[in-house]
């Protein structure tokens, strides 16, 4: 007989949508994503500040609580619909079914207590541990989040470690009660290139090692690269790209994620190369403009996008989804950037196509 819960989705989020209520009106953070995440897989979602990345991973493990947010839609875990549990169900959770690594190290961790106590608190709370074996957990687990010498690091304070460890114990934190479902929400924040590289290897073996789901989540589409199995686009709340990772680098069709491609530095660019950004600004989410959400900053932006918000659908390829009325390399987008280009459109002026486009896999660093 077939486990069906084995078969299942680890998670599953459908029309999941937040809103924060303030004096200035309903602000929609997350505006009907659904997703759904297998287990031992890796999801990347991407996005620039402001996209909903970070409200979407908190409104799963509910840590946006508050009576001025409203979160609505489905978020099923293991079978069960986690927006719908109490408070003191969810603590339940938090550690050793579900953990999150917060993207600013130096403000998750309490900067008066010892990491020793930071570690081994969750251990004594869930696995019932006594101080003695607490304490060697502890130890093992800075061993292998290749934090040296652990017994000396285990009496120090959070700030007497580098960025760096910092962001390990962190790690060591929310790997301690071995949970199946991680959020790793901006882990390489603040850190120099040579220890991002360090601490997105180290997430990358300790979800193989545990066969834990992990949900990444990053500014930089080349922090995905090689290193999730699908890739989630967000802009403005809502899911504009949705396609296997290889897939959407081999074959980028929303202008937004060509976009956040063009604007990552590469070493085969001559020194003082201008950087390409990406014009204009994100929408007011309060009051978002009709149509498409990036039109605004689209360089192949015609009458239909302003006018009508485009569905996220199945393309020729049935993992590849795309919410978009011109895709990238189709002739309507050929046609409406060429008139934009003669119109003076400042966001068509400021791209050149012959730098947008990029193999699979072809991302620096």
Same mark, same amino acid.
């Given at each position: ?76 875990? %293991? ?19 579900? *953990? ?33 074996? *607490? ?9 292998? $989040?290749?934090?040296?010498?652990? %017994? ?42 040579? $220890?991002?590289?360090?601490?997105l290897n180290l997430l990358s073996r300790e979800q193989a090692d545990r066969e834990m789901a992990m949900v990444l989540v990053t500014h930089d589409l080349g922090v995905v690269a090689g290193r999730t199995d699908d890739t989630m686009v967000m802009y403005a709340g809502t899911v504009v790209e949705h396609a296997p990772t290889a897939s959407l680098f081999a074959d980028m069709r929303h202008p937004y994620s060509e976009a956040l491609m063009r604007s990552i530095p590469r070493t085969s660019f001559p020194s003082h190369t201008r950087l390409a950004a990406i014009t204009g600004r994100p929408p007011d989410l309060i009051d978002p403009p009709t149509g498409c959400d990036f039109s605004p900053r689209c360089p192949y932006v ?10 996220? $659908? ?14 990238? @390399? ?30 699979? @896999?072809?991302?620096?660093?």
């Open positions: 007989m077939v486990d069906q819960a084995a078969n299942s989705p680890l998670l599953k989020v459908d029309d999941l949508r937040t809103t924060f209520t303030i004096p200035a009106g309903d602000v929609k953070a997350v505006r009907g994503v659904s997703f759904s995440l297998d287990r031992g897989k890796t999801l990347g979602i991407v996005g620039e500040s402001g996209s909903g990345k970070t409200v979407l991973a908190r409104s799963v493990m509910r840590l946006n609580l508050g009576t001025n947010v409203t979160t609505t839609g489905t978020a099923v875990f %293991e079978g069960t619909d986690v927006l719908t549990r109490s408070p003191a169900e969810m603590r339940q959770l938090w550690g050793t079914e579900m *953990a999150m690594v917060f993207q600013d190290p130096m403000t998750s961790l309490n900067p008066l207590v010892r990491v020793q106590r930071q570690v081994t608190e969750h251990l004594c709370r869930h696995l019932n541990l006594n101080r003695s074996e *607490a304490r060697q957990a502890a130890v093992d687990l800075l061993r292998e $989040v290749r934090i040296p010498d652990p %017994e000396t690091r285990l009496r120090s304070f959070p700030h007497e470690l580098s960025g760096g460890m910092r962001q390990r114990v962190c790690i060591a934190v929310a790997l301690a009660c071995a949970p199946s479902l991680l959020f790793a929400d901006e882990p390489t924040t603040a850190l120099d290139v040579t $220890v991002q590289h360090q601490i015609q009458d239909q996008c302003v006018n009508e918000e485009p569905p996220l $659908v199945e393309t020729d390829d049935p993992t590849h989804r795309l919410a978009c009325w011109t895709p990238v @390399g189709s002739p309507e987008a050929r046609v409406a950037f060429e008139k934009n280009l003669a119109a003076g459109l400042r966001q068509a002026v400021a791209v050149d196509l012959s730098t947008t486009r990029s193999p699979a @896999g072809g991302v620096d660093g």
